[in-house]
């Protein structure tokens, strides 16, 4: 039979290689699911920034559009103020 005393030494050593190889394994995992996170968010941080500038161009036309309504209001009125007098 085996005698366990005598490889008391290599069977600490494999429990401590066991146990610093499964700490690496977690803290490359970690860092790994940490990074993907972070470019997850990054994505959906630039989606929601193309959208808003979208719609901030939307708006920046139609701006345009008004104005260069009220500016022919504007001077269709001022043509009759001058045609009527």
């Known amino acids: 039979m085996i005698k366990l005393s005598d490889y008391k030494s290599e069977i600490i050593a494999a429990i401590f290689g066991a146990f610093t190889a499964g700490l690496l394994s977690l803290a490359g995992g970690l860092y790994s699911m940490n990074k993907n996170f ?10 929601s920034l193309r959208t808003d500038i979208t719609t901030l161009r939307k708006v920046e036309r139609e701006l345009d559009e008004n104005k260069v309504i009220e500016e022919t209001t504007r001077l269709i009125k001022k043509r009759e103020v001058l045609a009527g007098e």
């Open 38 to 47: 972070q470019l997850t968010q990054n994505k959906e941080l630039l989606f």
